[in-house]
């Protein structure tokens, strides 16, 4: 039993409060060394988190559930929860328990729920943390406010019903907050795991949101922030900002400027596109298989977070993009000025989420520490950064600021490597505070007499056995084992008896002692007031840290993608407002570095002028056509984050987007009808490309009939090459030969394929393009390859034409057609059309065509 025990009812009555206030979380209520839950609190946490679940007064019906988890270990469960869709509250003691009169207070600390996060058990170095907020504007427009709490970031904006859905899944927010009017049907899909907050329409109410706002930022209105005259976006920042507030119990100085959020400025990329380019690893794959991982040579984690929003984003601007490149350039070319800043840059902590979290007032001595050791790089980096000449740079650069002063003061206050908590000090330095060293002197005095104490105690009594020990429950102690018990001096009080020795205290070492003890509680409280004081300072500070950070963020960024340029090979691409695509010797910068130097083979694209708008492209299974086709989107994406790109040369007309579709063999995992999601996507892009966009279409029409698909992917073409304003740079790769009948009914349709040869028995990729279409029957080929009959693979070769012709059903009757067959009998003849009619060549590969052969062979060969 422990000893709240007694004042349990009061001790409810704390509980039930800061229920009522937050009742839809997780209350974990800190007690002694637990942190319990109770009633369905417990319950939930006992089955998701396999707590004991216990019961408090059990004179009660049954009692109260109870679960707890030690209080040390509470991040983690926290993270779990979290992670389980949960919101979850902490409430502390909020007085000293030893000077607390009757029951110790407690309130709620804070509140964390997946939107919300500050803690690094909680988030992902290189990511973002995103909060949302929802405002149903009055047309179709909508207020869109977000917020990463964990390292100040803050947009607002108003987007269209079009578009919210696009912009959601940009950032992918963790959590969603939406006014309770609305109705969740009116919002757009939700991905998997955000969670969905409801919050009281009030919340939204345009003047209480523009108030909160314009009191946060102590700013009389709001144009500065350019969301002035977005009502929406006001209304959507302010319900944001007063959920956070709440949940946080913070002023949050360190969201210190709210941001307009245009989406008109960037690339849209859905998310099917990133999977398809493979922009991010895949859930089960490595970063090492994606261009992220190719391109993130930065040094800190703030640099990774801007990198991938980069690629969120890719510019559509070619003065922008240009801007961008030049700073890449310079990096590029001097080598000095990169390795400079990368040494300086490599020691720089997260600064964004340091200061987030000393707002937050979450901060531990290391992470003050951190961000000491952070500030101390920063006129490395500055000096590295003197001369540069590049606008972007230059504009960056003049955002740093050395915060010479807040440096200087956490220096002197915080010894070289603090400890993690604050519970038993130790973190202050000597020489900084006087009254910390008074007592500390107290302290030190006191112990060095006690050092002494064993010396002269031996002396004095003549037990040259004696020992000086400390314990937490009895404190110091003189130890005496049994057999010089009779030695014992009379001004000796027992204190406690072992098995084979007596422990005493002296009152002198009685007195001693408190002086210590006093003194150490003393000046452990006087290390956390210092402390607290060093966390204001640093809020104090909060907007010009967070320039700071995100000018460092942006230069590691800019430098990492010379660094990949340097390491990958790649050149600068002109980049320009055609609509054309010209690179030579291009490489996919994924594919290639999983091969050994030199195997790659390099690729020429030309698209876009007129006649060579849409690409027909064949070629066997296996040649190289999906690795081209994402190539080139990926050498456009590369282009438009102002990245290098792996080629020998390439223009890039500015891309608005990026279109994929892939073909319905890599969907059966979703479970839905394949080719209903496949012409989803497909109808997405019909309605939705420009004469600017880029398709990359991989096997469109392939999730259903031969006919079918072929009927759909020639009429998709036809829609792409006529509709007027259209005609979008495509790259087509389908296994449909009738496909490449195109380019010669349609002025801007042409024709590429992927070469292969046959060399000694063998077929050869050559991975090589080429204008022209494709010889198709290589299934065929390779059959006779392995030496199966020549009449066999003659009528293989007919029946296979007459299939793709379509004219198979009315000749199958034609007696010459069924000579053909020679040895067969005609039942046997019969058969195997049957069979044959079943079979699709090009969706086999290679090996079970040779297979199919064989076995026909066997079945129908006679012999
Ligand atoms: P397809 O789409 O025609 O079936 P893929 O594009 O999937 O073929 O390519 C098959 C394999 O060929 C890839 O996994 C890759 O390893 C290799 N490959 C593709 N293009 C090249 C290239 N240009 N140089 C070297 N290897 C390549």
């Given amino acids: 039993m422990s000893p709240a025990d007694t004042d349990l009812t009061p001790m409810y009555r704390q509980w039930a409060q800061a229920k009522r206030d937050f009742p839809d979380v997780l209350l974990l209520f800190r007690m002694g060394d637990f942190y319990e839950l109770f009633y369905e609190d417990a319950e939930i946490a006992s089955r998701v988190l396999g707590l004991t679940l216990t019961a408090r007064e059990k004179h009660r019906d049954g009692g109260i559930p109870m679960a707890g988890v030690p209080w040390h270990a509470v991040e983690t469960y926290v993270a779990r929860l979290i992670r389980l869709g949960y919101r979850v509250a902490l409430a502390d003691q909020t007085e000293d328990a030893r000077f607390a009169k009757g029951l110790v207070e407690r309130d709620i600390v804070e509140v964390i729920t997946p939107g919300t996060a500050t803690s690094d058990s909680l988030l992902a170095a290189g990511e973002n943390n995103y909060l949302a907020a929802l405002a149903p504007g009055r047309g179709t427009e909508w207020g869109l406010a977000v917020?990463?709490?964990?390292?100040?970031?803050?947009?607002?904006?108003?987007?269209?019903?079009?578009?919210?859905?696009?912009?959601?899944?940009?950032?992918?927010?963790?959590?969603?907050?939406?006014?309770?009017?609305?109705?969740?049907?009116?919002?757009?899909?939700?991905?998997?795991?955000?969670?969905?907050?409801?919050?009281?329409?009030?919340?939204?109410?345009?003047?209480?949101?523009?108030?909160?706002?314009?009191?946060?930022?102590?700013?009389?209105?709001?144009?500065?922030?350019?969301?002035?005259?977005?009502?929406?976006?006001?209304?959507?920042?302010?319900?944001?900002?007063?959920?956070?507030?709440?949940?946080?119990?913070?002023?949050?100085?360190?969201?210190?400027?709210?941001?307009?959020?245009?989406?008109?400025?960037?690339?849209?990329?859905?998310?099917?596109?990133?999977?398809?380019?493979?922009?991010?690893?895949?859930?089960?794959?490595?970063?090492?298989?994606?261009?992220?991982?190719?391109?993130?040579?930065?040094?800190?984690?703030?640099?990774?977070?801007?990198?991938?929003?980069?690629?969120?984003?890719?510019?559509?601007?070619?003065?922008?993009?240009?801007?961008?490149?030049?700073?890449?350039?310079?990096?590029?070319?001097?080598?000095?000025?990169?390795?400079?800043?990368?040494?300086?840059?490599?020691?720089?902590?997260?600064?964004?989420?340091?200061?987030?979290?000393?707002?937050?007032?979450?901060?531990?001595?290391?992470?003050?520490?951190?961000?000491?050791?952070?500030?101390?790089?920063?006129?490395?980096?500055?000096?590295?950064?003197?001369?540069?000449?590049?606008?972007?740079?230059?504009?960056?650069?003049?955002?740093?600021?050395?915060?010479?002063?807040?440096?200087?003061?956490?220096?002197?206050?915080?010894?070289?490597?603090?400890?993690?908590?604050?519970?038993?000090?130790?973190?202050?330095?000597?020489?900084?505070?006087?009254?910390?060293?008074?007592?500390?002197?107290?302290?030190?005095?006191?112990?060095?007499?006690?050092?002494?104490?064993?010396?002269?105690?031996?002396?004095?009594?003549?037990?040259?056995?004696?020992?000086?020990?400390?314990?937490?429950?009895?404190?110091?102690?003189?130890?005496?084992?049994?057999?010089?018990?009779?030695?014992?001096?009379?001004?000796?009080?027992?204190?406690?008896?072992?098995?084979?020795?007596?422990?005493?205290?002296?009152?002198?070492?009685?007195?001693?002692?408190?002086?210590?003890?006093?003194?150490?509680?003393?000046?452990?409280?006087?290390?956390?007031?210092?402390?607290?004081?060093?966390?204001?300072?640093?809020?104090a500070e909060a907007a010009p840290l967070l320039a700071t950070a995100g000018a460092l963020a942006e230069i590691d960024m800019i430098r990492a993608l010379a660094v990949a340029a340097a390491r990958g090979g790649y050149v600068r691409p002109e980049v320009d407002e055609t609509t054309e695509i010209e690179i030579e010797e291009g490489r996919h910068p994924v594919v290639e570095r999983t091969l050994a130097s030199g195997e790659f083979v390099p690729n020429e694209t030309r698209l876009g002028a007129p006649g060579r708008r849409i690409a027909v492209v064949t070629g066997p299974n296996m040649a190289g056509k999906s690795t081209y086709l994402r190539q080139v989107g990926l050498i456009a994406l590369m282009a438009q984050i102002g990245s290098f790109v792996p080629a020998a040369r390439a223009r890039i007309g500015v891309v608005d987007r990026i279109f994929t579709r892939v073909g319905a063999a890599d969907d059966i995992a979703r479970g839905q009808s394949t080719f209903l999601v496949e012409m989803n996507e497909a109808s997405n892009i019909l309605h939705n490309a420009t004469e600017r966009s880029l398709l990359l279409l991989d096997e469109i029409g392939r999730g259903t009939s031969t006919y079918d698909g072929l009927s759909i992917a020639w009429a998709i073409t036809e829609y792409l090459h006529d509709t007027p304003g259209l005609c979008p740079r495509t790259l087509f790769a389908t296994h449909y030969h009738e496909l490449t009948e195109l380019a010669n009914r349609h002025e801007h349709v042409h024709n590429l394929n992927v070469l292969v040869r046959e060399w000694n028995d063998e077929v050869i990729f050559l991975r090589r393009v080429a204008d022209g279409s494709a010889d198709r029957s290589y299934g065929i080929q390779v059959a006779r390859l392995a030496g199966l009959p020549a009449s066999v693979l003659d009528r293989a070769r007919v029946i296979l034409e007459e299939l793709e012709a379509g004219e198979f059903v009315e000749r199958e009757a034609r007696p010459e057609a069924s000579a053909q067959l020679g040895l067969f009998a005609m039942a046997e003849g019969e058969r195997l059309l049957e069979e044959l009619r079943g079979v699709e060549p090009d969706r086999m590969t290679p090996l079970e065509a040779l297979a199919k052969l064989a076995e026909w062979r066997r079945r129908y060969g006679g012999g």
């Fill in 147 to 539: 917020a990463d709490v964990s390292t100040g970031e803050f947009y607002a904006g108003e987007v269209s019903g079009k578009r919210l859905a696009e912009e959601l899944s940009r950032l992918s927010p963790r959590e969603i907050l939406w006014p309770r009017s609305v109705d969740p049907a009116h919002l757009p899909a939700r991905g998997e795991g955000v969670l969905a907050t409801v919050l009281e329409d009030a919340s939204f109410f345009h003047e209480s949101a523009r108030r909160l706002l314009l009191d946060h930022f102590h700013t009389a209105s709001l144009v500065g922030f350019g969301v002035d005259d977005l009502p929406d976006a006001v209304r959507a920042a302010g319900a944001l900002l007063q959920y956070l507030r709440t949940l946080k119990r913070s002023d949050l100085p360190h969201l210190s400027r709210l941001r307009r959020l245009r989406s008109d400025e960037v690339m849209y990329l859905d998310d099917a596109t990133l999977v398809t380019l493979d922009v991010f690893p895949r859930r089960e794959g490595s970063v090492e298989n994606s261009l992220l991982g190719v391109l993130d040579r930065t040094e800190t984690s703030p640099g990774s977070r801007c990198l991938r929003r980069a690629l969120r984003r890719p510019l559509l601007s070619s003065a922008a993009i240009r801007e961008r490149q030049d700073a890449v350039a310079e990096f590029a070319g001097e080598r000095a000025l990169s390795d400079a800043a990368g040494g300086a840059l490599s020691g720089i902590q997260d600064i964004e989420r340091l200061t987030s979290r000393a707002s937050t007032g979450r901060a531990s001595p290391r992470d003050l520490a951190a961000l000491r050791d952070s500030l101390a790089r920063v006129p490395a980096l500055r000096e590295a950064l003197a001369s540069v000449a590049s606008a972007r740079l230059v504009a960056l650069a003049s955002e740093i600021s050395e915060h010479a002063a807040l440096r200087d003061h956490l220096a002197r206050a915080l010894v070289e490597s603090p400890p993690a908590t604050l519970g038993d000090g130790g973190l202050i330095c000597d020489g900084f505070d006087p009254g910390l060293d008074e007592m500390r002197r107290g302290s030190r005095d006191g112990k060095s007499w006690i050092a002494g104490l064993e010396a002269r105690e031996r002396a004095r009594s003549g037990i040259p056995s004696m020992k000086v020990g400390f314990n937490r429950v009895f404190g110091y102690y003189l130890e005496v084992t049994r057999a010089h018990l009779r030695l014992v001096p009379p001004d000796y009080e027992r204190k406690q008896t072992l098995v084979n020795a007596e422990r005493y205290v002296t009152p002198e070492l009685k007195e001693v002692e408190s002086k210590v003890l006093g003194a150490e509680e003393r000046s452990v409280a006087r290390e956390k007031e210092i402390f607290g004081e060093l966390c204001r300072s640093v809020v």
